[in-house]
């Protein structure tokens, strides 16, 4: 079992399966809705999420139309984002997860759009954009 949360502790979830896959998605959208270089996330089954605190403290912001970035509206926490045309996965940020856990699958996509100071010096594989 997964488990996570916000900053401020109001929004808590489970998630019953494992993290098979990082993407470090390092395109303009992901950094402003971040704050930081690039969004860590993984590919979860939405049947398998839960919210199990704070549904009421999770807002959601459309950049797109299709797409829901979902916070917590006390701290900002991003939590997952969700598209409209794939309502069985949710796309779960990283460092909202406390459970330790391993992942070997994981590498960075948009990287011909990273931010011009970002120097990515892992070995893990790179994409101009999205993964091959």
Avoid at 95 to 122: L, R
């Amino acid at each position: 079992m997964i488990v996570g949360g916000c900053l401020c502790g109001a929004v808590r979830y489970e998630y019953e399966g494992e993290i098979g896959e990082i993407s470090m998605c390092h395109c303009s959208m992901c950094r402003k809705a971040q704050g930081s270089a690039y969004v860590a996330v993984s590919p979860i089954d939405a049947t398998k999420f839960r919210v199990t605190e704070g549904q009421e403290a999770l807002k959601e912001f459309r950049a797109v139309p299709y797409k829901a970035r979902v916070f917590c509206s006390n701290c900002g926490s991003p939590i997952y984002s969700a598209r409209d045309d794939l309502p069985d996965v949710k796309r779960l940020r990283i460092g909202t997860v406390e459970t330790a856990f391993a992942c070997k699958n994981a590498y960075h996509i948009y990287v011909d759009s990273k931010a011009s100071w970002e120097v990515i010096t892992d070995d893990l594989p790179k994409y101009p954009g999205l993964r091959a």
